[in-house]
């Protein structure tokens, strides 16, 4: 008998069915796991986008989250997105994520440095995170 977790779509029986996609989660099936994941803090100067470049060597585009803060609060924000006066900010904070080829992403962080947005006071120091997954399909765990 084997064991695992189960958890089955409602009105779906977990007991009976073998349809991977009446499963909620079921750990008989590879799903992605986190290959490289990271934090640090940088510094956003006005009108100057900050870049971070991390390197995966997968050989692919792979799912990435990317996180940052506003340096007001340290609230996280998940990119791509923005912090700005609409959320209570003084000032606008953004960031986002591109893949600079199949083996770097490239991390972006930025402030609006033009009016009528409020700019930042100057340099602003930004906390952020990372986590790059492994495709399943791609790099198999099971072979």
């Not at 692919?60 to 340096?71: E, G």
């Not at 600079?100 to 340099?123: C, F, R, V, Y």
């Amino acid at each position: 008998m084997a064991y695992g977790i189960k958890i089955a779509k409602p009105g779906t029986d977990v007991l009976e069915e073998t349809d991977p996609e009446s499963f909620l989660v079921h750990t008989g099936y590879n799903t992605l796991k986190i290959s490289q994941e990271g934090y640090g803090t940088t510094t956003v100067v006005t009108e100057v986008q900050t870049t971070i470049d991390i390197t995966h060597n997968l050989g692919y585009n792979p799912v990435v989250l990317f996180y940052f803060t506003h340096p007001e609060d340290s609230k996280w924000h998940q990119a791509p997105s923005r912090a700005d006066i609409n959320q209570g900010y003084s000032y606008y904070m953004g960031g986002g994520w591109v893949y600079k080829d199949t083996n770097t992403i490239t991390l972006k962080l930025n402030d609006s440095g033009s009016a009528p947005i409020p700019s930042p006071p100057g340099e602003v120091t930004v906390e952020y995170k990372y986590y790059i997954f492994i495709d399943p399909a791609t790099d198999s765990w099971y072979e």
